[in-house]
């Protein structure tokens, strides 16, 4: 891939990560049941607060603004909220950000509006001036000011099940010598474990292995509470959250206030599960063979257990009291799977063959020197959805086929590939060249013998010798 295509490809990654937090920021306010009045008021307070964008800026954003997203999201969906991959770049060229970031440096007093004055002055452009104050902010060069008081936090808890869903991942103990980690998702409101999986990996394939069932099974939540830990930044979460209209939030770094219900479920677990496994021979407990039966024991302990006996916060069973919100609304299997598909860009080749890791497909002649999406299960790499602009175009034909996953779809048990055999023993073929070399070197005449060293007869009659050849008396 060229470096024009690096740049390309940046930039469609850019594009898709603003179209992300346009509708992050939009989802609540864009409800289609909420009212004229109720919208409104959305909306100006999310004008009215400072929102961090994904270069990490703080930013606000206008009421027009937000409106016109909403606008483009009821027509147009998810794709019609990611701007043209050329807007999405920054427009500021880095060198003016330097220079104020020195004339800020220089005299701490100026303010934004009076280095927009002398940038222009010496350049005769300059950014606006609230472009300024943000890089200032997000540079650290704002003025010294009162340090505010340490922030108070007061009990909350979600109004009704399924409103907030909250998710993290628990390390456990040892099976087959090898690390086990939990995913979980608990209901805010009931405290009921609305999905779970153990596996040996911290990875995107073992939470989809607890959320997708807990979606097919439980409903859609408003919102999904994660930390930023790497299975829960992934894109492939980002995507599948945006598809099924669930807004992810992520808890900012250092302030993990509202995750305290599910570190309390951690915490039931290893005190009432866990220390029943025996993490390895000879230790106290069960000994669990392998994940499914661990699994297995761990949905009896929820079910029969945890979710039927009272809790110490709320004083009722969590599965009674997520169940006074039934029944609730189930997403579609093919929607479902469609959300929880992964995606990838590449371009098309002249001869319209597309390229992912390692495999070879073919697409659409009208496709080619165009940047598409192809759209496929991590699992089957045999079978692939072409996406060009946000619209469908067809499917993408096997054409040379070497792998037949995802790199990052390891299965929980790898397969044991039987090892070609083909009865040659190389190091017995060296050894029999060894020996036959040392006996073309030995020197008979050294040995007393003219030609050979004696025969002897295995029957037991006497061994005939061939003449000595004497030297000199």
């Not at 086929?401 to 790898?414: D, F, G, L, M, T």
Request: charged share 25%.
């Amino acid at each position: 891939m060229t470096k024009k295509d690096d740049a390309q490809a940046a930039r469609l990654e850019r594009a898709r990560s603003i179209g992300l937090f346009r509708y992050m920021l939009i989802r609540e306010a864009a409800d289609l049941t909420l009212s004229g009045r109720q919208r409104g008021a959305l909306v100006r307070k999310l004008a009215g607060m400072p929102h961090t964008d994904p270069d990490g800026r703080t930013i606000r954003i206008t009421r027009w603004t937000i409106d016109r997203w909403i606008s483009e999201w009821r027509r147009g969906g998810f794709d019609a909220l990611v701007p043209s991959p050329r807007q999405s770049q920054p427009r500021t060229p880095p060198e003016v950000f330097e220079l104020a970031q020195a004339l800020k440096k220089e005299n701490p007093s100026r303010s934004a509006a009076q280095i927009r004055r002398i940038l222009s002055a010496q350049h005769g452009w300059a950014p606006d001036e609230r472009t300024i104050q943000r890089m200032f902010v997000r540079e650290g060069l704002t003025s010294l000011q009162t340090p505010k008081e340490p922030a108070i936090f007061g009990r909350f808890e979600a109004d009704r099940p399924n409103e907030i869903w909250t998710g993290d991942a628990l390390h456990g103990p040892r099976i087959g010598g090898r690390k086990t980690y939990l995913f979980a998702f608990v209901d805010d409101h009931s405290r009921a474990v609305v999905g779970h999986r153990w596996g040996f990996a911290e990875d995107t394939v073992r939470l989809a292995a607890a959320l997708r069932p807990a979606l097919a099974a439980r409903g859609v939540p408003e919102y999904v509470y994660v930390d930023n830990g790497s299975a829960f930044v992934d894109s492939w979460l980002l995507r599948a959250c945006a598809k099924l209209g669930i807004k992810l939030v992520h808890s900012q770094p250092g302030r993990p206030q509202g995750r305290g219900k599910i570190e309390r479920f951690f915490r039931t677990v290893t005190g009432e599960f866990t220390v029943e496994i025996a993490s390895g021979d000879g230790e106290p407990g069960r000994q669990v063979q392998d994940l499914a039966e661990m699994n297995r024991l761990f949905t009896a302990w929820v079910e029969n257990v945890y979710h039927r006996r009272g809790h110490s916060e709320t004083g009722l069973a969590p599965l009674a009291r997520w169940m006074e919100g039934a029944p609730f609304p189930v997403p579609a299997p093919a929607d479902l799977a469609e959300a929880f598909r992964w995606s990838e860009h590449r371009t098309v080749s002249k001869t319209g063959l597309v390229s992912l890791h390692g495999n070879r497909y073919q697409v659409d002649p009208a496709l080619v020197g165009r940047r598409v999406e192809l759209v496929f299960d991590p699992f089957d790499l045999t079978f692939l959805r072409v996406r060009a602009d946000g619209q469908d175009a067809g499917t993408a034909l096997p054409f040379q086929i070497s792998r037949h996953s995802h790199p990052k779809a390891r299965p929980e048990v790898p397969a044991e590939e039987p090892k070609p055999t083909t009865g040659i023993d190389y190091l017995g073929l060296i050894d029999a060249l060894h020996t036959a070399e040392l006996a073309d070197k030995v020197n008979y005449s050294a040995l007393g013998w003219a030609t050979a060293p004696p025969t002897v007869d295995l029957t037991g009659e006497a061994p005939t010798s061939p003449p000595f050849s004497r030297g000199p008396a």
